[in-house]
């Protein structure tokens, strides 16, 4: 018995985004220490600073697509079109957050700037990581037959 084709979509997307998730936190992770190896505690802080940036302006670009997405198919509730500003004020504020902790962190500490930048790059690390999980799974699965 198959599922529902759009239902399959869905599962197979929720996974995946869950995945990117982890794949964030365990990157996140790595990444900080490898930083802080490489140039201290300066490193570090910048990239966790960094990595968390990007992973917030994940979280706010989820959002706002789910909510256009919700609009476009007449799902929109009372609830969500009085949270439409706040969500258009994410979408388009990340990358004003982004710029203004760049600004505070080369005007007001001395954390490395480019251990910052390498974090922004988590959420792009993130999926590069689950589009290799997705090769290899597929790869496998061919293998075995199933």
Same mark, same amino acid.
């Given at each position: ?13 929720? $996974?995946?985004?869950? &995945?990117?998730?982890?794949f ?27 990595? $968390? ?7 706010w ?5 789910d909510?256009? $997405? ?7 509730? &009372?609830?969500? &079109? ?11 504020? &990340? ?9 505070v962190?080369?005007k ?39």
């Amino acid at each position: 018995m198959t599922l529902d084709p759009l239902a399959e979509d869905l599962k197979f997307y929720a $996974a995946a985004e869950r &995945r990117i998730w982890r794949f964030q936190l365990a990157i996140g992770i790595a990444g900080a220490i490898t930083a802080g190896w490489l140039a201290g505690g300066a490193g570090a802080a910048g990239f966790a600073v960094g990595a $968390a940036l990007s992973s917030l302006s994940f979280a706010w670009l989820k959002q706002s697509i789910d909510a256009l $997405a919700d609009k476009a198919v007449g799902a929109e509730t &009372r609830q969500m &079109r009085r949270k439409r500003r706040l969500l258009v004020a994410k979408f388009a504020g &990340r990358y004003g957050l982004i710029g203004l902790a760049v600004y505070v962190i080369l005007k007001h500490t001395h954390w490395d700037v480019r251990a910052l930048l390498a974090g922004l790059f988590l959420f792009v690390a993130a999926v590069l990581a689950e589009i290799c999980f997705e090769i290899v799974e597929g790869l496998v699965s061919n293998q075995d037959g199933t």
